[in-house]
């Protein structure tokens, strides 16, 4: 339902009965985060778009994971913070059946990029982070 205020299709659009769907659906969705960003049905949000995007990224979105990394390498929304950058694109790297070829090496490029101003602690705290998430999720 949320999907359809948002876009109007088959209803009258409604960004803000949109947010309210996706609120009540779990609020972990990515268009959720991209209507905070945008300030659709909403004020601009990045906070709370940073905190969706990395819990629907932690749900295994590849674009959420994407997303959260993005905002946290830059310190968009939420301090920057490359140790978190480095897990969620990460995350987004890993599904690479589920990707564009593109897609999956901008990921794996970013994360790189992201790595290259990390101490190893840094890296190693990613990677220990990542590898305790991939665990408890069956490869895709």
Not at 24 to 30: D, H, L, V, Y
Not at 43 to 51: E, K, N, R
Request: with cysteine; charged share 20%; proline share 4%.
């Amino acid at each position: 339902m949320g999907q359809l205020d948002r876009t109007g299709r088959g209803v009258a659009k409604d960004e803000t009965a949109a947010i309210q769907w996706f609120i009540k659906a779990g609020g972990n969705s990515t268009a959720l985060a991209f209507m905070e960003c945008l300030g659709q049905g909403t004020p601009v949000d990045y906070g709370t778009a940073v905190y969706v995007f990395a819990k629907a990224g932690d749900e295994g979105s590849v674009v959420g994971a994407y997303e959260a990394g993005l905002a946290l390498a830059i310190g968009r929304g939420a301090p920057q913070n490359p140790m978190l950058a480095y897990y969620y694109f990460s995350i987004a790297a890993r599904y690479r059946n589920t990707l564009p070829k593109a897609d999956l090496h901008q990921a794996t490029i970013v994360r790189n990029m992201v790595a290259s101003i990390m101490t190893k602690a840094q890296i190693e705290a990613g990677q220990a982070r990542f590898d305790k998430w991939q665990r408890a999720r069956p490869t895709p």
